[in-house]
């Protein structure tokens, strides 16, 4: 599991600002999303809300998970 866990931090520090803002982007859109589901005003944006998230979050993961394996890669061989 440490090994896991220190392969996800080790990609995560190859992180530019352009992911950070991705990530931020996605927490942002699902926290929306979530304050959404209940007042009236929001509904008509939760489509909207839906796809940046979803958009942000693939980014972000693929990133995140080629790193992941580069890393694990390289620890291997």
Partial sequence: MKKHLNAML?????????????FKTCLF???VLV????????QKY?????GIFMV???????????GYLHYIK???Y
């Fill in 10 to 22: 080790a990609s995560a520090r190859d992180y530019n600002l352009w992911d950070y803002s991705v």
């Fill in 74 to 76: 390289k620890e291997t």
């Fill in 29 to 31: 859109s699902m926290g």
């Fill in 46 to 50: 939760r489509q909207l809300l839906a």
């Fill in 56 to 66: 942000s979050y693939v980014m972000i993961m693929t990133k995140t998970l080629i």
């Fill in 35 to 42: 304050g959404s589901a209940f007042p009236k005003q929001f």
